[in-house]
């Protein structure tokens, strides 16, 4: 374990203490939350990201020593192993080098080369792989044996050039080279397959393309990799043949004979048949692990984003699910989020509806003092706008809602179970509404994959993605603070140290004995011991709580060094939360100890001056362009407000109103060259662009965000950090095949060719 600690803290560039308090917390059943947040003395202050990191680092160390003992053992049964590889297994850093030291010895199906040593040929081929001058054809003539099927000297020569092609593929010096070697210089060349040309149009830009496996981005590999598995695309990974073998001669090729001869002959056999796909197969599967922890980290920082979106808070909330000929189911939310009534309308079916719909709304906005008024962004969503803004309703924001998963969650088993009298209309309308109250509390009832962001997220491990997504809601919801007298047990579950069951119970218990007054009655709770409370006691919030600091994030653990603040200011705790004079005379030096540092106290102290800040930014209204409906409605050059949907690695989508996001090329993210995109826009920022281009047609919208000389940028984040343009990037014009050393270009082509491959037909 102590190598795992010294290797880690080398990768990530911390102490190894660091490193080892993190993992015995882990190993003691801590949550990253939990560690970052109320044990930084231990670990230095590490973030969750890199407590994260060395949890997943420690994972793959501890994978890769399990199969070191499987081998080991295997070895050992096999009575092949000396002292010599136990060494080498025993310091094998890869599990791609510790594969490699085994593959001479792991049994296998039937070869040619083992076919050839069991006709008795290894000698043979020991002899011709040793490069010695000899009578060749003397020999080999020694072991033609009809009995055992070698009949020919041809077949004698043939079995042991079998048998050296095997040895040269499986050693490990040869493998190590091949695979930097195709690892620094592979090609991905992909080719439509013949007569699927009209039923892969959509792969267009991939029916003859060329580009360094080494600099391909990740949506291109899953693009690709989706094509093949379609039977669309031909793909192959490999670099160039002839430099392969001349690195291969210049280790195996040791004379100039008939024996070398041999040696060189089943080189280039081994090579093509056996080490080429070998290498072909390990590229694949590694560029495809890096193309989906790409695509797996830009979905998991889109989810956090929307997770995180600002909350309008506890209104009383009028949502529309809208549609035209079915109607607009209409629901009406107190406070709490609790359904009061629901009603269906059809403003856009004809005259008469749109007079009863309009007398139905107004009597409910007053029957329900409505504050405010969500209205989901599907189907019919703006011309429901539209109608609802013509009332005049006073007093209540009118706000579009992203209604992504809604239907999602209107058929689930938790959807059941909330509302088991109700349709599934009524459902999904309720979810929009309280989408609007608070994103976070709502979206974690949805599998993050419904959410409407990402890349690709059918094509990525699995596994991965899920592990990745759930430490996201985790991050998202400890974070924010989960209030206990109201949550649902679907929030409680993300709490640190708590999961499904104990969320159940605590509301099993919230419901038979009241409201919570204080955090200690959570250890009342069924099954709910010292340690799950010493993980979720902090990220619980009580308001009205008879204690003040349960209100805070201030863990309980943590009351005793508040209490003594107080005391020695003369004052009740409670006061000194009100406080902010009283505040500034602490010292918190004085308060410092061997289990309490000043990183603790220094958020303490932030703790008492905003209890329970909820660290999401506030909530701003916002609407869409009036008169702008449809993609007929655009014209190039306007200038329009939108919502970022989507981030990937080459743009971010964005929906001005039209049923139809809009792309913004990276290219037109800024008057600068932009990397990254998330470094310019976050999910849900609301941004405003120009309309490019539009293909009605295809329904396509090209956007720009970027802003004319002199002219402020418009994007309206708080967090935005968009500098100034340092120069305006322009994509060369050219074939769409990369070549070394020339600035990248987008695989999918000009910015018309990008429009909807994730958001329409690839999802």
Not at 81 to 106: C, G, V, W
Request: aromatic share 6%; hydrophobic share 40%.
């Amino acid at each position: 374990m102590l190598a795992h600690h010294k290797i880690i803290a080398a990768e990530l560039k911390i102490a190894e203490k660091q490193v080892t308090a993190t993992l015995n917390l882990l190993d003691e059943g801590a949550t990253v939350p939990f560690i970052s947040r109320y044990r930084k003395e231990l670990t230095g202050s590490l973030d969750e990201v890199e407590v994260a990191a060395i949890r997943d680092r420690a994972l793959q160390l501890r994978d890769l020593d399990k199969r070191r003992e499987a081998i080991l053992k295997s070895m050992t049964e096999l009575g092949k192993l000396t002292p010599e590889l136990e060494k080498k297994i025993n310091e094998a850093e890869t599990i791609s080098l510790l594969e490699d030291i085994y593959l001479p010895f792991k049994p296998k199906r039937k070869t040619r080369a083992s076919v050839a040593r069991e006709k008795g040929l290894e000698p043979l081929a020991l002899q011709i792989f040793d490069q010695e001058h000899f009578d060749l054809d003397a020999e080999a003539n020694k072991f033609i044996d009809a009995e055992k099927g070698v009949n020919t000297l041809d077949e004698a020569l043939a079995g042991a050039r079998d048998i050296i092609a095997e040895m040269i593929s499986e050693n490990v010096e040869a493998r190590t080279k091949m695979r930097s070697y195709f690892q620094e210089k592979a090609v991905f060349k992909a080719e439509v397959i013949k007569g699927k040309e009209e039923e892969g149009i959509k792969y267009k830009d991939y029916f003859e393309w060329n580009e360094p496996v080494k600099t391909a981005a990740s949506h291109r590999v899953l693009a690709m990799r989706r094509g093949e598995k379609e039977s669309i695309l031909r793909l192959d990974a490999l670099p160039p043949a002839e430099d392969a073998l001349v690195i291969l001669e210049n280790q195996f090729v040791t004379g100039k004979n008939t024996a070398s001869k041999q040696v060189q002959q089943a080189l280039e056999d081994g090579y093509k048949r056996l080490l080429e796909p070998a290498m072909e197969t390990e590229l694949r599967v590694l560029t495809k692990q890096k193309a989906d922890e790409e695509a797996i980290k830009v979905f998991a920082e889109n989810a956090r984003q929307l997770l995180l979106a600002a909350p309008m808070g506890q209104k009383n909330v009028l949502a529309i699910d809208p549609g035209f000929r079915t109607g607009c189911k209409v629901v009406c939310l107190d406070k709490q989020g609790q359904l009061l009534e629901n009603t269906a309308i059809y403003p856009h079916t004809g005259q008469g509806n749109v007079k009863n719909a309009e007398a139905t709304i107004k009597q409910l906005c007053e029957k329900h003092h409505i504050e405010a008024i969500a209205i989901g962004n599907g189907t019919a969503g703006r011309e429901t706008e539209s109608f609802i803004r013509g009332l005049n309703i006073p007093n209540a924001t009118i706000v579009m809602v992203n209604e992504s998963g809604a239907s999602i969650y209107s058929a689930s088993e938790v959807a059941r179970e909330e509302f088991p009298t109700q349709d599934i209309t009524v459902r999904g309308a309720v979810s929009i509404g309280r989408r609007l109250m608070d994103p976070l509390a709502e979206l974690v009832k949805i599998d993050p994959k419904s959410i409407g962001v990402g890349q690709y997220q059918h094509d990525v491990d699995q596994s991965k993605l899920q592990a990745s997504l759930d430490d996201t809601v985790i991050s998202a919801v400890n974070a924010v603070g989960v209030e206990l007298n109201t949550a649902s047990k679907q929030i409680l579950a993300y709490v640190s140290g708590l999961g499904p069951t104990l969320a159940q119970n605590i509301v099993d218990y919230r419901n038979t004995n009241g409201a919570f007054k204080n955090r200690a009655s959570l250890k009342k709770v069924p099954r709910l011991g010292d340690k799950a409370y010493e993980q979720a006691a902090g990220f619980l919030r009580i308001r009205n709580a008879e204690n003040v600091l349960d209100t805070s994030g201030v863990h309980p653990e943590r009351y005793a060094v508040v209490d003594q603040m107080a005391k020695d200011l003369g004052t009740s705790v409670s006061a000194l939360m009100k406080d902010p004079q009283l505040q500034k005379q602490i010292k918190p030096q004085q308060y410092v100890t061997d289990e309490i540092g000043l990183p603790t106290l220094n958020d303490i102290l932030k703790e008492l001056a905003k209890p329970g800040r909820d660290p999401r930014e506030q909530f701003e209204a916002f609407s869409f362009t009036e008169g702008v409906n449809e993609i007929a409605d655009l014209r190039v050059g306007m200038k329009l407000p939108g919502i970022v949907t989507n981030i990937t690695n080459f743009g971010a989508f964005v929906d001005i109103g039209v049923h139809q996001d809009g792309l913004v090329h990276t290219s037109q993210l800024a008057n600068r060259f932009v990397a990254n995109p998330n470094d310019i826009v976050k999910v849900h920022q609301k941004v405003e662009v120009t309309v490019m281009e539009v293909d009605t047609a295809r329904k396509r919208i090209s956007l720009s965000m970027k802003t004319e000389v002199g002219q402020k940028s418009e994007v309206r984040s708080p967090k935005s950090k968009e500098q100034k343009p340092k120069q305006d990037f322009k994509p060369q014009a050219g074939k769409s095949t990369f070549k070394p050393k020339q600035e990248k270009k987008d695989a999918d082509g000009d910015l018309q060719e990008k429009l909807a491959k994730l958001k329409g037909m690839f999802k």
